[in-house]
């Protein structure tokens, strides 16, 4: 019993639902071709007889010639070469066309194996190649029933005797208009061409059907993430408005604690830190806004973008912020680097020192940023811990992990030995497009 995750594409499930169909598919393409062989074989033993009853009316002896005997052995070899033939039908259309139609034209053979190989053609294939093989098809057609309708009993002619009421087993002579010949050989021709198209009207429309669903598929998909994004945008909008007035609050009052600090410099310090610090998150809150209202506008936007030249303005401000920091940054052709990777560099340190600071307040920290073109950029923080344990992994690793599972890095982060929490972050080098290098340059 075969079993689908609730997950599963939708395009997927006719696979799964029709295994027992999609079994039994083989077996009714071998049925009908069996059935396409007896009808063709059947044909052929069919027009062999009434030949050889035409040649014995014809022969004064009622005997039949070496020479025709030979040329019944050969229709017959012929007979099975272009029953074979047939199941090439749909890989070499042409080839087995063009094999069963002349085979009637040199041999007292019916055209019905050319008639099931032109219905594959026409399926197949299109253009100027294919009529011409229609033509030749019903040339063949016609030349059959013509020579079959020459005969001058309905023991000697299929169509005559199909025609023309008269004892069973017994031959009786029988007119028959050379008309009904050509028209008969129009009609199979029409119904092996009609098939033909309908069948590749029919896999057109499966194909069509297919992209349709698919399509369809692509369209849900996008209108549920679009909805999300919406949903996301909502969200942001609400905490920038939440959090940009608590950030003006918080300016505001650090900016009167400052004032009223007077003489004491490490409090009116640290006040203007909190000041700045408020400032410049409020300005971060505004960048995002308009990345989220303009998004082709401002996405790219340098004056927006961090840059890998800002690294040491993120350290300075953790010292500032009382935070011991060892660091060392060495970056070779920084200015090459693409702007998404510089964003993610910054980001990917300033958020593992904020993670130091948070869950490590008063142990230093040890920084190392180095890389370029050839090694990539390489991200390590080390620091002790002034808690008995790290805790769970909260958002900000999370966050980390997945800026470098977009760029294609690796990170690894977690307790050795020593009880020293490591983070190490490897990125692959992104080099900056031609035109903005040249930008960079100017």
Known sequence: MSTMSPDAEPISRPFVLGTGTARLRPVGRAARFGLMVLVCLTGSLLALGAALSRWAEDSPTGEVTGIRNLLVL??????????????????????????????????????????????????????????????????????????????????????????????????????????????????????????????????????????????????????????????????????????????????????????????????????????????????????????????EETALNHTTTPSLSDLPTVIDETVDGGMPVISTVYLSEAEAADPALARAVYRIVQELLTNARRHAPGAPVRLVVQGGPEVGVRIETANHLTTQHPGPVGNGLTGVSERVGLLGGTVRHGLDDEQIFRVAVQLPWIPAPQAERQEVRQ
């Not at 029953?83 to 749909?90: D, F, G, I, K």
């Not at 031959?171 to 008309?179: E, F, I, K, N, Y």
């Not at 033909?196 to 059907?209: E, I």
């Open 74 to 295: 050969a229709a017959l070899v012929g007979a099975i070469v272009v029953v074979v033939a047939l199941r090439r039908r749909h890989t070499a259309p042409y080839a087995v066309t063009l094999l069963s139609a002349s085979l009637p034209l040199l041999l007292p053979l019916d055209a019905t194996a050319a008639l099931f190989a032109l219905a594959a053609l026409v399926r197949a294939r299109s253009g100027r190649l294919v009529w011409a093989c229609v033509a030749l098809v019903g040339l063949a057609t016609a030349v059959a029933l013509v020579r079959d309708a020459s005969g001058r009993t309905t023991d000697s002619s299929l169509l005559k005797s199909m025609t023309t009421t008269h004892p069973a087993g017994q031959a009786v002579p029988a007119d028959l208009s050379m008309w009904v010949p050509l028209i008969v050989a129009m009609a199979l021709l029409g119904a092996a061409v009609g098939a033909g198209m309908f069948m590749r009207n029919r896999v057109a429309l499966a194909v069509t059907q297919g992209r349709a669903d698919a399509a369809q598929q692509s369209s849900e998909v996008l209108s549920d993430r679009l909805g999300r994004q919406a949903e996301r945008d909502l969200i942001a909008r609400e905490v920038h408005d939440v959090i940009g007035h608590r950030l003006s609050l918080l300016s505001l009052h650090a900016g009167g604690l400052q004032v009223a600090a007077g003489q004491d410099p490490r409090l009116a310090h640290s006040a203007a830190l909190i000041r700045e610090s408020a400032q410049q998150a409020m300005n971060d809150l505004q960048s995002l806004l308009r990345v989220l209202r303009e998004p």
